[in-house]
């Protein structure tokens, strides 16, 4: 188990600070009574508030955070202004990593500090018109969407959209991350027409910058086929759901080539913690469709199984790689696929020659 260090914290002395000066909360803007006892630059409302912000986002930055909040002769001089400026851009980039990576393991609340992070920075540095916080934007808005504050993510998507307007040559990828945020919140509201319209976007801009052959795209036509679900189009879903498998299955099998040429060859860490959920769950979610089916596509349960299996031999969990490959080997001997079954069983010898890796155990 991951062992965490809980915050330190100290009373704000407001005889210590120059006159007129008053600290706010890093998270709600209201005033502080708390500084963090580390830093000493970052100041809470509450001890309820530090502590979120320091699960979300402050252990991991705490001490970027002091140059760049530390006012020096050095730093008023245009060399020091540089390198603010520089500290303050990795900042953005590291904030906006831990954001994406919390979204991904759906610790929505964990993520909006982090968001809230990139954004305030963003601000900073760009400007509060900038179409530079349109990420920090859309990053907010998936954390209020998974908490179920729709009226708080339809008006950051509400910003977010209205910055992209004003900026119609701001690239396809953030097109397509925007319309991908849409497509969720229409979802969410039940608008089932206007999240296809918005999922079918996202796909055209996310193809132009990925290629239609590639995992964003395929994620893109995941979540359009959840929408056709809930409209009933099973046999829509079933062709864009093995349009996914399929991707993935191309993918995956990149990955897994060298070890097929060379079974004892290192492996490497190929996905973050927060990529291999996300696909875990993709490809759960069209297992689970199908199983749900009274007439079942054997051929797209074992391409998911296929899928899932190398997955896991990737992350190096041999039990969950053997599992999942002996479910698809299952499911591809009751499809006239037999192209899949010799993959499967490939994969299945493979696996046997591997050991468990030491990570894999500790998950468990």
């Not at 039940?190 to 052959?213: M, P, S, T, W």
């Not at 689970?288 to 074992?302: G, I, N, P, T, W």
Request: net charge neutral.
């Amino acid at each position: 188990m991951e062992t965490r260090h809980l915050p330190i914290a100290s009373r704000i002395i407001p005889l210590a600070l120059p006159k007129g000066t008053e600290k706010l909360c890093e998270l709600c803007q209201n005033r502080a009574y708390l500084q963090c006892a580390q830093c000493r630059v970052t100041f809470y409302c509450d001890a309820t508030h530090q502590f979120a912000d320091w699960v979300g986002i402050h252990e991991k930055i705490c001490p970027l955070l002091v140059p760049i909040r530390t006012e020096t002769l050095e730093s008023f001089s245009k060399e020091g202004r540089i390198e603010k400026d520089i500290k303050k851009r990795e900042l953005i980039a590291i904030a906006r990593s831990i954001a994406e990576g919390k979204l991904t393991e759906g610790k929505h609340e964990e993520a909006l500090p982090a968001g809230q992070t990139c954004l305030h920075f963003c601000m900073d540095v760009f400007g509060p018109c900038s179409i530079q916080l349109v990420p920090a934007y859309l990053l907010l808005a998936e954390g209020y969407m998974g908490l179920g504050n729709i009226s708080s993510a339809a008006e950051l998507l509400s910003q977010a959209e209205l910055s992209v307007s004003k900026n119609p040559d701001c690239g396809h990828d953030l097109h397509h991350r925007l319309h991908r945020s849409l497509g969720r919140l229409q979802s969410i509201m039940g608008d089932l027409e206007g999240a296809l319209f918005n999922y079918a976007n996202d796909i055209y801009h996310a193809a132009e910058v990925y290629g239609l052959d590639s995992t964003v795209c395929s994620n893109g036509y995941f979540l359009l086929a959840n929408i056709f679900a809930k409209q009933g189009k099973t046999q829509i879903v079933r062709s864009m759901y093995n349009e996914v498998a399929q991707t993935w299955n191309s993918h995956l099998t990149k990955l897994i080539e060298p070890f097929l040429e060379n079974p004892t060859a290192s492996l490497e860490p190929t996905f973050d913690k927060a990529k291999q959920v996300e696909v875990d769950k993709i490809l759960h979610t069209i297992l689970d469709f199908e199983r749900h089916q009274s007439r079942k596509e054997h051929a797209l349960m074992a391409l998911a199984s296929l899928c899932l299996s190398m997955l896991w031999f990737m992350g190096g969990d041999r039990v969950k790689a053997r599992d999942f490959g002996r479910s698809a080997l299952q499911s591809s001997q009751m499809s006239p696929n037999q192209e899949l079954s010799t993959a499967v069983q490939k994969l299945l010898d493979l696996v046997e020659t591997r050991p468990q890796t030491s990570e894999a155990k500790r998950s468990k």
